[in-house]
């Protein structure tokens, strides 16, 4: 395809903005370095990768913090609005670990326990994710074995209510970039390297507690997303943050609009100018305006159209002399 600069430019700008890749929460600023606990390690004959530092601000990082809440000690509370994790310890502390929460994270709320926990779990999707993207999960419908390309991660807990598996999850992940924010898919998710420090810390029968929308705020305070996708306190300085990224991004895809409209425009002139020239050179060999070679399609490059249409020109320029003769 011929592209211009502008049109190029315009392309890959709205490929950028489109993307949901990184990012870090809008007022945190990220390690530049190394991040002891989220360095790359073996395990069950698996390698885990290192967390990015750039996806390690305080926020996500895991952290012993002040817990007011009233759950026991070492219970888990899941808050799906702030996507946070709290281990309950001892003297109002809780670790507190980052997490992703899908869509199936959204499905329970209230207290249940955890019923069962796997190394390097097997996964299967749900009937739900085969119906609306079986192009992505069909070929899963069996299951997929444990391992490093296994959606579950490292570790899985299990949740249970009244002795029945809810389909609450906590588990690890293969996309490190996702945990801080919604995801479309899944359940509730840490880095590899947090679920298998809470894994060993957790046993069955652990109480879980998933707090209401209302207990979140109650507890955390309002949430919102920020220009990334991180859940972030829903503040005057995040929210001006957010504004101010959502004008950038529309003033840049405004730009980037205009900027492919004017290539188009221009190489639509360009086009109309080679056909013209298409024409006089054919008239200069003799050729019928019928039977001038048409010009390459788009989608050849320039220089080997011009290679193309100049080979044609003379190869029918021959014919017709010989045909003259």
């Not at 990012?23 to 390690?31: H, I, K, M, N």
């Not at 590899?192 to 929308?213: A, C, M, W």
């Not at 399609?297 to 159209?305: L, M, R, S, T």
Request: charge should be negative; glycine fraction near 10%.
């Amino acid at each position: 395809m011929i592209l211009s600069a502008p049109r190029l430019f315009g392309i890959l700008a709205l490929t950028v903005l489109a993307a949901c890749g990184g990012g870090t929460p809008t007022t945190e600023e990220a390690p530049t370095g190394p991040v002891a606990g989220y360095g790359g390690m073996e395990d069950g004959g698996f390698y885990i990768e290192p967390v990015d530092p750039a996806l390690l601000t305080i926020a996500q990082r895991r952290t012993e913090v002040d817990f007011a809440g009233d759950e026991p000690v070492g219970s888990l509370v899941v808050d799906i609005y702030a996507r946070k994790l709290y281990h309950v310890q001892e003297g109002n502390r809780a670790t507190r670990y980052a997490i992703a929460v899908g869509r199936e994270g959204l499905s329970f709320t209230g207290t249940g326990v955890i019923g069962r926990k796997a190394e390097w779990p097997s996964w299967q999707p749900t009937a739900n994710m085969l119906r609306t993207r079986p192009d992505l999960y069909a070929q899963y419908a069996g299951g997929r074995p444990g391992g490093a390309d296994n959606p579950l991660g490292s570790r899985a807990l299990y949740l249970y209510r009244g002795g029945q598996d809810t389909y609450f999850r906590i588990h690890g992940t293969i996309q490190n970039e996702s945990i801080g924010r919604a995801t479309s898919a899944g359940c509730i998710r840490l880095f590899n390297q947090d679920v298998i420090h809470l894994y060993e810390q957790i046993k069955p029968g652990t109480q879980v507690k998933v707090r209401s929308l209302a207990e979140s705020i109650k507890a955390e305070g309002p949430y919102m997303d920020d220009g990334a996708g991180f859940a972030v306190s829903n503040t005057a300085e995040n929210a001006e943050a957010v504004a101010e990224a959502a004008a950038a991004k529309a003033k840049a895809e405004a730009q980037a609009t205009e900027d492919m409209a004017k290539a188009d425009e221009k190489a639509a002139k360009e086009r109309e100018r080679a056909d013209r020239k298409r024409l006089r050179e054919c008239k200069a060999q003799n050729i019928d305006e019928a039977l001038c070679p048409p010009l390459p399609e788009p989608e050849v490059v320039e220089q080997e159209a011009e290679f193309i249409f100049n080979a044609a020109i003379s190869e029918l320029g021959q014919n017709s002399g010989d045909e003259s003769r």
